[in-house]
């Protein structure tokens, strides 16, 4: 069945450190991948996509994500973090169909 | 341009009692999609909507939810009678049609709790 995973639910990192959160995905295919963040009492806000091209794509808030077909991953990167990049960041793939299939997400705490 | 927005923001029923959520997704998006989250679990879809018409209704629980979209705007979803599995964060998501590997736009979401 195509899933996507997000192994860890938090990730804790010191400003100005690097961050990266994960994320896999199990499909056959060539998906469509997406972040999304969540801060509190807000609804999903996108980040980035990734179609086809460049393996690495850049997206809103200094936010980067690298594909990796062979891995089948799409990690979530910033190269330095902010205190208020705490949130809960959310992986999603969209496969043949319209609607999106999420991994269950990991909270991101950065300390000052 | 108002963002994807949802009533209420929070409810609190009790086991057998009717709520609906209402949905009033971007102007001009064709493409409305309910989808919910179970505390600390992935985000699931529900269904998904092209203007008035279900075009996916594959991730519905089961027949204690009925959604709808009057004449292609805004969506509600009722759950009748509500039982204690239901309560989660239920999300609406539009977007446009025929604009090809598209994101969609998410509302704040109904934080639902059956009690």
């Known amino acids: 069945a195509q899933s996507v995973a997000q192994p860890e639910d938090q990730v804790n990192v010191a400003e100005g450190n690097p961050l990266t959160v994960k994320c896999t995905y199990s499909?056959?295919?060539?998906?469509?991948l997406f972040w999304y963040v969540q801060y509190p009492n807000r609804g999903l806000q996108f980040l980035l996509k990734?179609?086809?091209?460049?393996?690495l794509v850049k997206g809103s808030y200094g936010f980067e994500a690298e594909f990796n077909k062979s891995q089948t991953s799409f990690h979530l990167k910033k190269p330095s973090a902010l205190v208020s990049d705490s949130a809960l960041y959310f992986c999603?793939?969209?496969?043949?169909?319209?609607?999106?299939?999420f991994g269950k997400g990991t909270t991101l705490s950065v300390s000052s | 341009e108002a963002g994807v927005t949802q009533f209420p923001s929070h409810s609190v029923i009790e086991k057998g009692q009717t709520v609906t959520l209402r949905c009033d997704p971007i102007?001009?998006?064709?493409?409305l999609y309910w989808y919910r989250r179970v505390m600390g679990k992935e985000i699931k879809f529900l269904l998904h909507?092209?203007?008035?018409?279900?075009?996916?209704e594959s991730g519905m629980p089961n027949n204690r939810f009925l959604a709808e979209r009057t004449g292609g705007t805004y969506s509600t979803l009722k759950v009748q009678p509500a039982e204690l599995e239901d309560s989660g964060v239920y999300f609406c998501?539009?977007?446009?049609?025929?604009?090809?590997?598209?994101?969609?736009?998410f509302g704040p979401g109904t934080r639902l709790t059956v009690t």
């Open positions: 102007s001009g998006h064709d493409n």
């Open positions: 499909v056959s295919g060539n998906p469509y």
């Open positions: 909507f092209v203007k008035e018409s279900k075009q996916d």
């Open positions: 998501a539009s977007s446009q049609l025929w604009t090809g590997p598209y994101e969609q736009y």
């Open positions: 999603a793939a969209r496969f043949a169909g319209t609607a999106l299939i």
């Open positions: 990734y179609i086809t091209g460049d393996n």
